[in-house]
């Protein structure tokens, strides 16, 4: 098995596990041997990385590696079997009603309530959150302009578009100010115009101070976008660093070349081409 | 904290109040069926029309308590939108108490139109209002509870109707709704005392004319606190553990 000398202070080979040097002033996402297991499967491997304050950090693997299980257990919706996390200097195992407060998450689904409108969305969302009313009226209205939707503050969310309605859901995970936010493929099975829209939100939201933590099947979407890269392969983590050095590393044209090669998925694609995995019946 | 907890559960009960209770058809539903019930009973025996009030009342509370609150939960797992409650910085029983209290107003409010109805309609009088009024809102709580608890426990919205179903018609028919359980079958009678409804038939009969038919109106208070408490944490419990599946 392969191991990429990484930009971090660990090399990260799945075979051992590793011990990391924490910076609690640089780092705003540290994860110390998280396991996670579905009663006797094991979908999180005794994962270790850190994710720095104001970085745009991809988090990539294939369908079924375990980019899921982990950001559910750093977001609080699922717990983990062994190993934590500390966000924002809180550990995920004992604090994780306060962590969730420094937390914006957008899931893969624009899970909003169709019957309310965006604005009473927005509302909803700042009220969980335990955002002051004042304040609160003050922020959808400062949110529906920066975004450019204010005409759209009294529309049903079920009347959106799937473009707007992604750019709602952002919104409503920025309600309460997050220092950090979690993105769940967000522009799967948007148009062209929608995820460029997308991509100008995430990094203004990104020099505004917000840190990014992504994850996208679309590898071409996270060299735009990240600064550093994680990949993830069977609940292992194989290497973090910058795109620019994973594709040095493996000497590739693109991230996503290099994605290939990291992820061992290089033989099987090109079964695929050669049209192997389609058998001849006749 | 505790209020951010507090104010964070009436904001979901108000927020599920608006999108789920207040339509037409959940409205209806909590209010038609028990007077197609009570209709029923009378056309069967008109002379049992003063009787009615306690049965009624508590029948509406069950009906407009459980209707909703029995696929809330199960139906936002399936658009996704009760992972948004569980990524907000509450408690799962903050989460929870705050679905339950949906159900509680929904069903005070219903229960109180009845109970006006049937000052109205059958001429009923009400022996202590406060103690009426609190004990609609214990059995609102209980069948809420109750509505929670089947919600969180399946995976279909249809799952959900059976599962409730399954328990709240007998009770219509098993707990002194239509009849006072002393004058049903001693065979059936003990079957009656397991269920939560028998008790808020009997504390609301107590509080209407005066007399109770089946217990002791302390140990029925006691019994629906007990019932709520029990149905309320083995919801919190069965939650927990879908989360970490």
């Known amino acids: ?282 | 904290m505790y209020s951010n907890e507090i104010r964070g559960a009436f904001y979901i009960a108000w927020k599920d109040l608006k999108t789920y209770y207040f339509k037409a058809p959940n409205i209806s539903w909590g209010i038609m069926f028990p007077v197609v019930m009570a209709l029923a009973f009378l056309l069967r025996n008109p002379s049992g029309i003063k009787d009615l009030a306690p049965g009624l009342i508590a029948m509406a509370i069950l009906f407009a308590s459980t209707s909703a609150e029995a696929i809330v939960i199960v139906f936002e797992r399936r658009t996704k939108t009760f992972e948004r409650l569980l990524l907000a910085p509450l408690s799962i029983q903050s989460i929870l108490l705050g679905k339950v209290l949906g159900g509680i107003i929904f069903g005070f409010l219903i229960a109180n139109i009845f109970l006006i109805g049937s000052a109205i309609f059958l001429g009923t009088t009400v022996s202590n209002f406060i103690f009426l009024e609190l004990t609609v809102l214990l059995g609102a709580l209980v069948f809420s509870a109750f509505g929670t608890l089947v919600s969180v426990y399946v995976k279909e919205i249809f799952d959900a109707m059976t599962l409730a179903n399954f328990f709240r018609f007998p009770m219509i028919f098993l707990c002194g709704v239509f009849l006072p359980v002393s004058s049903m079958p001693s065979f059936i009678q003990p079957l009656a005392y397991i269920f939560p409804l028998t008790y808020a038939v009997d504390l609301i009969r107590f509080f209407l004319t005066g007399t109770y038919d089946v217990i002791n109106p302390l140990i029925g208070v006691v019994v629906l606190i007990a019932y709520s408490t029990i149905l309320f944490y083995l919801s919190v419990l069965i939650l927990r553990r879908r989360m970490d599946q």
């Open chain 1, 1 to 282: 098995m392969k191991t990429y000398e990484l930009n971090q202070s660990v090399a990260f080979s799945s075979e051992k596990p590793v011990k990391m040097h924490y910076d609690k002033e640089k780092n705003i996402v540290e994860v110390k041997n998280l396991t996670k297991y579905y009663g006797k499967l094991l979908a999180v491997d005794k994962i270790n990385f850190s994710v720095k304050k104001g970085d745009i950090f991809g988090f990539l693997g294939p369908n079924g590696a375990g980019k899921t299980s982990t950001i559910k257990i750093l977001v609080g919706l699922l717990k983990p079997s062994s190993g934590t996390a500390i966000i924002d200097g809180k550990d995920i195992v004992k604090q994780i009603v306060e962590i969730k407060k420094t937390v914006g998450v957008v899931t893969e689904d624009s899970n909003l309530y169709d019957e309310l409108s965006v604005a009473d969305n927005l509302r909803f969302a700042g009220q969980l959150y335990g955002v002051p009313k004042p304040e609160r009226e003050e922020r959808i209205n400062e949110l529906l302009k920066r975004f450019d939707f204010e005409d759209k503050k009294d529309v049903k969310f079920s009347n959106l578009s799937r473009g707007m309605k992604r750019k709602v859901v952002i919104c409503t995970a920025l309600m309460h100010n997050p220092k950090i936010l979690f993105l769940d493929e967000p522009t799967t099975g948007l148009d062209v115009l929608s995820v460029r829209i997308l991509h100008t939100m995430i990094k203004d939201l990104n020099k505004m101070g917000v840190t990014i933590f992504l994850t996208t099947h679309y590898i071409e979407e996270a060299e735009h976008l990240c600064n550093t890269i994680a990949i993830i392969v069977n609940g292992k983590i194989k290497t973090v660093d910058t795109p620019k050095n994973l594709m040095l590393q493996t000497k590739s044209k693109n991230l996503e070349e290099a994605f290939i090669e990291i992820t061992g998925l290089r033989e099987e694609i090109m079964l695929v081409e050669k049209g192997g995995m389609i058998k001849n019946v006749q």
